[in-house]
């Protein structure tokens, strides 16, 4: 039987997406591959956090990528210091314990966890136990003041 038949998909449709693909491969836009043993820089905790991270700062070395991208190890006794969003920002964590400060209110996070903070909202992020606190941070640049 046909691919695109067992997709229930007419015929024009699957050849339209095999194009596509194709011709995207052979697209002038580049990709870039980092890895984070490369860019890994030690850092205070941010925002006047305390004790010592690791940033991986993946892509910001990249002109016009919209997106920030990082992942950051909060070792023993860190924080990420509360602070106000200027923009939407998405945190993952990983690994580890922390105890997440949002608008005031105190909840403990742990792996699996997605933490969504809408701009004018604020928060900070401490470090728990033994274990480094592992995070995936995602957020838009902020629009350039004129």
């Not at 608008?103 to 933490?115: E, L």
């Amino acid at each position: 039987m046909k691919p695109h038949l067992l997709l229930g998909l007419p015929a024009a449709v699957s050849i339209f997406a095999c194009s596509r693909a194709t011709t995207a491969h052979r697209s002038p836009i580049h990709a870039l591959i980092q890895h984070d043993s490369l860019i890994a820089v030690r850092e205070p905790g941010p925002h006047n956090g305390g004790g010592e991270t690791t940033a991986y700062p993946f892509f910001a070395n990249e002109n016009q990528v919209a997106l920030v991208f990082r992942k950051r190890a909060l070792h023993p006794g860190s924080a990420i210091g509360y602070h106000r969003n200027d923009v939407d920002e998405i945190y993952y964590v990983v690994s580890g314990r922390g105890e997440l400060t949002l608008d005031g209110v105190q909840r403990i996070v742990g792996p699996g966890t997605a933490i969504l903070t809408r701009a004018g909202s604020s928060h900070g992020l401490r470090q728990l136990g033994a274990e480094d606190l592992v995070i995936i941070i995602n957020y838009q640049h902020a629009a350039p003041q004129h």
